[in-house]
């Protein structure tokens, strides 16, 4: 999915987020935005750690890691999909409108956009006299590769 802005725009709205909640702007809060942005799958809170261990000489906690991401869902910059006990997994929030697949087995998440579901959405709203704001689409099943290993 392409994302529908370049990183200076996220960089500034992140700024203003940060003056708009009184706190201040650090290097490190700046290194989980940039692993965020350049993230290319859905992550956890945990994976995303280990990539800016792997990857930044910042040193940063994983609580850190928790209360940006907190802060940056909460702001509508981030997204997450939750797995109940097993959590949540985030991804870049400005991303072009698109739905998701999961596999119950493995945890795969195929993201997908089909026209034609969005306006079926759409007509089922309009036919209830009801006006949508946003949706979100998760269908649940088992991917194939889970298939063809019988899972």
Sequence with gaps: MNKAVDYETY?????????????????????????????DTHFSPESLHKKIQELS???????TVYRTL???EHEGM???ISF????????????????????????????FHDEQIEKLQE?????????????IMQIHGICAECQAKGK
Excluded at 57 to 63: H, L, P, S
Aim: charged fraction near 30%; include cysteine; aromatic fraction near 8%.
């Design 84 to 111: 109940g006990v097993n959590g949540k997994k985030y991804e870049f929030g400005e991303k072009e409108h698109h739905d998701h697949m999961i596999c119950d087995q493995c945890g795969t998440i195929i993201e």
């Design 57 to 63: 000489e910042e040193k940063i906690g994983i609580a």
């Design 11 to 39: 960089l500034d709205q992140f700024k203003e987020v940060l003056r708009k909640n009184n706190l201040k702007y650090t290097k490190q809060r700046e290194t989980i935005l940039d692993a965020i942005y350049h993230y």
């Design 70 to 72: 907190s802060l940056l």
């Design 123 to 135: 007509k089922v709203a309009k036919s209830h006299n009801f006006k949508t704001t946003d949706h």
């Design 78 to 80: 981030v997204t997450s």
